[in-house]
DNA sequence: GGAGCGATGTCCT
DNA sequence: GGACATCGCTCCG
């Protein structure tokens, strides 16, 4: 039986709340299909005491989302192209949140091959395998889904607990950084046939 | 399978 | 004006 996962989940520490999140389903809906991936790569952002955050300098209109309640999703834009998504942590008012770096494909691969504007040929594991991919595959946008209550039970991104969990959970440093480069704050689920090479 | 690199818009100093 | 929580392509082995 599976559940969203309630606000008070995602009120907890980033680090615990990231490792916390692998194994669980996100479900994205586009047009009235449902998209369903297994997140197995995650990385969590500490707030004002992590100079790679985005809310390390304060708040802004952009980072606004990640100082607000817990279990929003914060989506950004990036290298001018590519979208990245991520949910609040902590309570209202303490920024903090954990990015979602890969999902498995669970349900509507069609659909995110054509979102990916890939062949139907491509193999599953570019789905989704980076934050902009992912985005892509599930249609999320800034303009479309900053800002969502993800806790919601009408919400278009919802997040959920279908029971599964990993096996084993791998730490590493956190990449494409250029600061805090050291923080074994990157998590994998580590059996996971869709996490990239480890190191 | 990995290093190098260009594309490209938005935010913040 | 520079940096940027990326991706996919090329070229090389």
Not at 105 to 130: E, F, H, I, Q, W
């Amino acid at each position: 039986m599976s559940h969203i996962l309630p606000r008070s989940f995602y009120i907890r520490h980033p680090t615990v709340v990231a490792r916390e999140l692998l194994g669980k389903v996100i479900a994205s809906h586009i047009d009235g299909e449902e998209l369903t991936g297994r997140i197995v790569e995650v990385e969590a952002y500490l707030g004002l005491a992590d100079p790679a955050a985005h809310t390390f300098g304060g708040k802004t209109e952009r980072n606004a989302v990640l100082f607000g309640p817990p279990g929003f999703a914060y989506v950004y834009f990036i290298y001018g192209m590519h979208y990245c998504l991520n949910f609040s942590c902590e309570p209202d008012g303490v920024p903090g949140g954990v990015l979602i770096r890969a999902v498995e494909p669970l349900k509507g691969l069609d659909t995110m091959v054509r979102l990916r504007g890939l062949a139907s040929s491509a193999n599953p594991r570019l789905l989704a395998s980076g934050p902009g991919k992912l985005c892509q595959a599930l249609g999320i946008t800034r303009s479309t889904h900053n800002g969502l209550d993800v806790t919601r039970k009408a919400s278009p991104l919802q997040v959920f607990d279908d029971g599964y969990s990993p096996v084993s959970i791998l730490a590493t440093p956190r990449i494409g950084i250029r600061k805090a480069v050291e923080e074994p704050l990157r998590f994998m689920a580590a059996e996971n046939e869709f996490i990239r090479t480890k190191r």
